[in-house]
């Protein structure tokens, strides 16, 4: 267990570690400043804070280009996303000259850029800024609403997730089961098996992970540098699938800790992070033959030729 005493300076990596158990549902905020100016972030600090008054809350950090643009406007939006927009996550967290170039949106109140297909969405009339350390808080108060009902895109630990439903949660009569024990229906649906699998993968793997001290995404970052040396962090977060805000804490912590240098913006690894790579791509390796040894060579090709089939879709 890790305690900081009230005169101890909290080790920040290990903090941002700590933070990612905290899972998360992922956003987009946007605005229009009074000189037309439209921005989108992407964002996981949205929270509820009241019903009466209505408040909503998200946080940004303050020497971020879009914040003066959130401090001048009359009103944002906050567009909670589905589980399929994920692309969308990663379109808004990069750095681009017109983020809305190509995008389906509508102009909501007070000129905030709306888009459809979302989980949810909360249009906002500015309320309060609160300092938060290096981040401002916007406070805002909801003057309308969609709920759509549409599954939400979650974040925990340095990926992407999706919400599914606890099997503690369901009443026993609930849980249809086969001759063979499977799970009724689910239990022959590609696609719940392809869910159910991964999660059984990564239950095995993290553990071990762990003995290298390195987080899923810290772990994926050294790898991609390994094959892809001099991307910025905006170009990481394709081959990551994470938001810019993670990436960089990764980028951050592994700089810290001398895994990897950074140079006119883009990063690369040094010899220590080579080596450490070495050891994340023989862990997935080793762990990857555990899972797979009992199944033939042809029975593995198969499989592997299907989710590239897959993929490709």
């Excluded at 905290?22 to 019903?51: C, H, K, Q, W, Y």
């Excluded at 940004?60 to 643009?69: F, G, H, L, P, Y």
């Excluded at 709920?147 to 369901?170: N, T």
């Amino acid at each position: 267990m890790t305690r900081a005493k009230p005169q101890d300076a909290i080790d920040p990596k290990a903090f941002r570690r700590a933070l990612g158990n905290f899972a998360t549902g992922v956003t987009i905020i946007t605005a229009r400043a009074p000189d037309g100016t439209t921005v989108g972030v992407t964002a996981s600090s949205f929270n509820s804070l009241s019903m009466d008054p209505p408040l909503i809350l998200w946080s940004s950090m303050k020497d971020a280009r879009s914040c003066e643009v959130f401090e001048a406007s009359s009103h944002f939006a906050v567009n909670i996303l589905a589980a399929d927009q994920m692309d969308m996550s990663n379109h808004f967290a990069r750095k681009q000259p017109d983020k809305f170039a190509g995008i389906d949106w509508q102009e909501g109140i007070g000129g905030a850029p709306i888009f459809p297909n979302c989980a949810g969405r909360f249009q906002c009339e500015a309320y309060d800024k609160l300092d938060g350390g290096d981040h401002w808080i916007f406070v805002g108060r909801v003057v309308a609403f969609d709920d759509f009902g549409r599954a939400p895109l979650c974040f925990h630990q340095g990926s992407y997730a999706m919400v599914l439903g606890h099997p503690d949660a369901f009443p026993k009569d609930a849980q249809e089961t086969t001759e063979d024990g499977g799970q009724g229906r689910m239990g022959d649906h590609a696609f719940f098996l392809m869910l159910r699998a991964v999660r059984a993968y990564q239950k095995r793997y993290q553990p071990k992970l762990e003995t290298l001290n390195l987080s899923l995404i810290e772990a994926r970052t050294l790898l991609v540098l390994n094959d892809l040396s001099g991307l910025t962090a905006e170009q990481l977060v394709v081959h990551l699938h994470a938001p810019i805000t993670e990436a960089r804490a990764a980028l951050l912590n592994l700089t810290d800790r001398g895994f990897i240098t950074e140079l006119e913006g883009g990063y690369s690894l040094t010899e220590a992070g080579q080596t450490k790579a070495d050891q994340c791509w023989n862990l997935a390796k080793a762990h990857s033959d555990e899972t797979f040894e009992t199944f033939s060579p042809a029975e593995v090709a198969t499989f592997t030729d299907v989710l590239r089939r897959l993929i490709d879709l």
